[in-house]
């Protein structure tokens, strides 16, 4: 039997090295693999280039690493709510490659299934295809490095051209996942709004590491409701039930009051 646990966080992710890339998980707060970033963070790995659809918040997630300083590059969809990535990126300090959502979601998962670019319309006729997205700024308000120009090339769909904007797949050399369950093999079960990024970049990451909330033995989950393969994880830490999970944004309704 192939046994992919790992005693603990820090065992897991102790061999990621300065300068690595990574795929981490997570869809605002949701699904934050934050045992193994927190482990990352007191390691003292640094130098880091990190695909996520956002950068958690200015204490929480992946923002604890940027707070300290440990990531170089970020390849995000959204880098609202947190002032300290702003602060960052206007600065100098830290390089963005902002990509639209669907485009992200796709470039890990063409990564892990081995597809090398793909051609999409969106952000066709934007500087997503055109080129001048701000990369990296000097610090004195100007532009040190912008996006390159693409590839657009025009398909017939359905009897009309199209024109499509070439995007490149992604691949890292590691990704830190989170799931509601896991067993021995890597099979992994995701909850609700954790699934939308969790499995995706599970896929990029040549190691995969995946913290899961409950470790149950091969066989005890329903092949039918696996959501990720263990084909693509690696190592596998059971960090429980009672871990903590923040709420971006918590809205609330007030009740009438009885005869209202």
């Known amino acids: 039997m192939i046994d992919k646990t790992i005693a603990s966080a820090a065992d897991a992710v102790a061999d990621i090295p ?6 981490v998980g997570g869809f605002g707060l949701s699904g934050n693999p934050i045992a193994l970033i927190e482990a990352l963070l007191a390691q003292g790995t640094s130098d880091l280039s990190i695909v996520s659809n956002n950068c958690g918040v200015d204490d929480w997630g992946l923002g ?7 990531i170089r590059k970020m390849t995000s969809s959204y880098v609202g709510e947190n002032k300290e990535f702003e602060r960052q990126f206007l600065s100098g300090e830290l390089e963005l490659e902002l990509t639209p959502q669907g485009t992200l979601a796709e470039k890990l998962r063409a990564g892990g299934s081995g597809i090398a670019a793909f051609y999409t319309q969106t952000g066709v006729g934007t500087q997503v295809a055109e080129g001048g997205l701000p990369r990296r700024y000097d610090g004195a308000g100007g532009v040190a490095e912008a996006s390159p120009v693409k590839d657009v090339r025009t398909f017939d769909v359905n009897g009309e051209p199209r024109e499509y904007v070439l995007e490149e797949a992604i691949v890292t050399d590691f990704a830190l996942v989170h799931a509601l369950k896991g067993d021995r093999h890597g099979n992994l079960i995701f909850n609700k709004a954790a699934r939308n990024f969790n499995p995706l970049a599970a896929m990029a990451g040549r190691v995969c590491i995946a913290q899961v909330e409950q470790l149950v033995e091969p066989g005890e989950l329903d092949p039918d409701l696996i959501h990720l393969p263990g084909i693509y994880v690696h190592r596998v830490v ?5 871990i903590e999970k923040r709420i971006e944004r918590r809205t609330v309704t007030t009740a009438p009051a009885e005869g209202a």
């Open 18 to 23: 300065d300068g690595a890339s990574l795929a």
């Open 64 to 70: 604890i690493l940027l707070n300290a300083q440990r």
């Open 238 to 242: 059971e960090v429980g039930t009672d």
